[in-house]
């Protein structure tokens, strides 16, 4: 009995070991994609879209389309006011005042007033014509004498704006007769002024515009340059994007500028544009930036089969599927194009797809979208699947 159990859990062992020696010579005989399918089918490396890494095509996010009826996109940009000026503004404090001084007694006035823009102000005055007067006029600023002077006839006071605040009391006073006990200086004033001077600065302002992914090609800015006051040439500097594309004097004249922009300095999505001048009171107006774009508005794309993934979709075990998704559910129109073979998009819905696989060939292929109507796309994908 036991010498027919050690015979059966022999014949057994010999089993296992055939049948596992056949298994390992049919793996090794398959063909290499079939071998590495069977071995590591459980294995599958998934991208972020849920798409296998070695069968994502194309994955780009095109963003804002446009429908074109010419070869070029504008942009129009609000105008620029650039200015570095002097600007006066006059103010009546008084229309007479009187002061005079005794060695027993004194008669002083003071007057209040504001500065609307402390941080602007270049300089500040003080005009009033004297009518009568004896001794010394005597003139403090927030209580810092700043005039101590005979005066007659038209004055102009200059105040220190290093003593000026927000609001300010201005003290008229006549000097003092001295040791004469019968005598009194006085000084009677007319037609009392505040003049300030404001340093107005803008030199230099920015404007953003947005590239979609149809604008490729080379730029052209254009812009009607005016005017405001009458003086010498002014350095203007225009930056795009941080960089330098233009440097020149400019005159006090109308004129219409045209600057051509590489395409390398355009940048997809936001662009900055600043202006920048070193004097003068200009405005920049009707600002436009052209860009070329493909006709129609149109994108394209291109991606490349290789044989073995091209045999497959001859062979119809995969297919060549188009993808894409937008960002609202309103109308959405356009002409769709692989490799020449032409066909629509007309959806409201937030995704789209379209099978491909009899218009794509072996090698590169290309995928031209051309808008009939404004639109946004947040990605496309075309995928071997």
């Not at 389309?65 to 000026?85: C, F, G, P, R, W």
């Not at 005079?100 to 002083?108: M, T």
């Not at 979609?212 to 006051?229: A, F, H, I, P, W």
């Not at 600002?287 to 994108?299: L, P, T």
Request: aromatic share 10%; glycine share 6%; hydrophobic share 35%.
């Amino acid at each position: 009995m036991k010498k027919a159990q050690v015979t059966s859990g022999t014949s057994i062992a010999v089993f296992i070991f055939l049948l596992a020696l056949f298994m390992v010579l049919y793996i090794l005989l398959l063909p290499p994609a079939d071998r590495n399918a069977l071995l590591y089918q459980n294995n599958t490396n998934v991208t972020s879209t849920g798409t296998t890494g070695s069968n994502l095509l194309l994955k780009v996010n095109p963003g804002s389309i446009k429908a074109e009826t010419s070869d070029q996109i504008v942009h129009d940009i609000n105008s620029i006011n650039l200015y570095m000026k002097n600007e006066p503004v006059s103010s009546d404090l008084a229309n007479s005042i009187y002061v005079s001084k005794g060695i027993f007694s004194e008669d002083s006035r003071q007057i209040v007033f504001n500065v609307e823009d402390l941080g602007n102000l270049d300089r500040a005055s003080l005009y009033f014509l004297v009518t009568e007067s004896k001794g010394n006029l005597i003139i403090s600023l927030n209580g810092v004498e700043i005039y101590d002077e005979k005066s007659i006839g038209l004055i102009n006071v200059i105040l220190p704006t290093d003593l000026l605040s927000e609001s300010n009391v201005i003290t008229f006073k006549a000097s003092s007769p001295g040791w004469n006990i019968f005598g009194r200086n006085y000084y009677s004033l007319k037609t009392i002024k505040l003049r300030q001077n404001y340093e107005l600065t803008n030199n230099k302002e920015s404007r953003s515009f947005l590239l979609s992914e149809q604008e490729k090609g080379d730029g052209e800015l254009t812009y009607v340059l005016y005017c405001n006051k009458l003086e010498g040439g002014s350095r203007l500097r225009i930056f795009l994007n941080d960089k330098e594309i233009n440097n020149e004097i400019i005159n006090c004249n109308t004129a219409e500028k045209t600057i051509e922009i590489d395409k390398e300095d355009l940048e997809k999505g936001s662009n900055s544009l600043m202006f920048e001048i070193d004097k003068g009171d200009y405005v920049f107006s009707d600002i436009k930036m052209k860009v070329d774009s493909q006709e129609g508005g149109s994108i394209s794309y291109k991606f490349s089969l290789s044989k073995s993934q091209y045999d497959s979709v001859l062979s119809e075990d995969k297919f060549v599927m188009i993808y894409l998704e937008f960002n609202d559910d309103k109308d959405k129109k356009a002409d769709l194009n692989v490799d020449g073979n032409e066909f629509s998009l007309d959806t409201n819905e937030i995704s789209y797809d379209y099978d491909v696989s009899n218009y794509v060939k072996e090698g590169s292929n290309f995928f031209k979208i051309t808008p009939t109507k404004d639109f946004n796309i947040d990605e496309l994908r075309i995928v071997l699947e």
